[in-house]
T-cell receptor, first 114, second 115 residues
Framework: DAKTTQPNSMESNEEEPVHLPCNHSTISGTDYIHWYRQLPSQGPEYVIH???SNVNNRMASLAIAEDRKSSTLILHRATLRDAAVYYCILRAGVGGGGADGLTFGKGTHLIIQP | DSGVTQTPKHLITATGQRVTLRCSPR?????VYWYQQSLDQGLQFLIQYYNGEERAKGNILERFSAQQFPDLHSELNLSSLELGDSALYFC??????????????FGEGSRLTVL
């Protein structure tokens, strides 16, 4: 499975934007980039995913580099409720082969300061 | 609320015992996934079922087994329990084809403590 590299932790202030980086230099052409987060004492929660183009939804934006070897999850205005572990995961698309499950790394522990 | 229901929420048992964890997927979801999360190993993929059939296996021990029933609920059976099996066990479900790029919906987990 293609691997991702994320910083162990990041700290930000409440109501400020947060940019969470992810490197995935061995990404294949059919791999989708998924982001999940896990709040304390809860199961992981889907945030966003994309293939090539930047994506926006109500939770966040995903900026994907042109060569797809890196991506950035953007929380536009962090709140205390956004404090969580954020996981960047590559997932094979249809025809990409392999297991369909998500392979979680260690993720980035995001700390939000009031 | 993800729509995925797991029972029990908490379970305490002794070494050598056997337990069954149950998962009801979101309505309409055909795939069910099981994950184990312990402090030192992080989230580990155990096994996936799609429409009643085993689809993929991860780091699942031989002492563990799972199945998905015709009504699509799934059970994870853990036997000959050891102290190291203490962990949070998550179930997730997703809609659609076996290879699906869509999102997984996770339950709140079952916390297993082996004494």
């Amino acid at each position: 499975d293609a691997k991702t590299t994320q910083p162990n932790s990041m700290e930000s202030n409440e109501e400020e934007p947060v940019h969470l980086p992810c490197n995935h230099s061995t990404i294949s052409g059919t791999d989708y980039i998924h982001w999940y987060r896990q709040l304390p004492s809860q199961g992981p929660e889907y945030v966003i995913h994309g293939l090539t183009s930047n994506v926006n939804n109500r939770m966040a934006s995903l900026a994907i580099a042109e060569d797809r070897k890196s991506s950035t999850l953007i929380l536009h205005r962090a709140t205390l409720r956004d404090a969580a572990v954020y996981y960047c995961i590559l997932r094979a698309g249809v025809g990409g082969g392999g297991a369909d499950g998500l392979t979680f790394g260690k993720g980035t522990h995001l700390i939000i300061q009031p | 609320d993800s729509g995925v229901t797991q029972t029990p929420k908490h379970l305490i048992t002794a070494t050598g015992q056997r337990v069954t964890l149950r998962c009801s997927p979101r309505s309409g979801d055909l795939s069910v996934y099981w994950y184990q999360q312990s402090l030192d190993q992080g989230l580990q993929f155990l096994i996936q079922y799609y429409n009643g059939e085993e689809r993929a296996k991860g780091n699942i021990l031989e002492r563990f087994s799972a199945q998905q029933f015709p009504d699509l609920h799934s059970e994870l059976n853990l036997s000959s329990l050891e102290l190291g099996d203490s962990a949070l066990y998550f179930c997730a479900s997703s809609v659609g084809a076996p290879q699906n790029t869509g999102e997984l919906f996770f339950g709140e987990g079952s916390r297993l403590t082996v004494l």
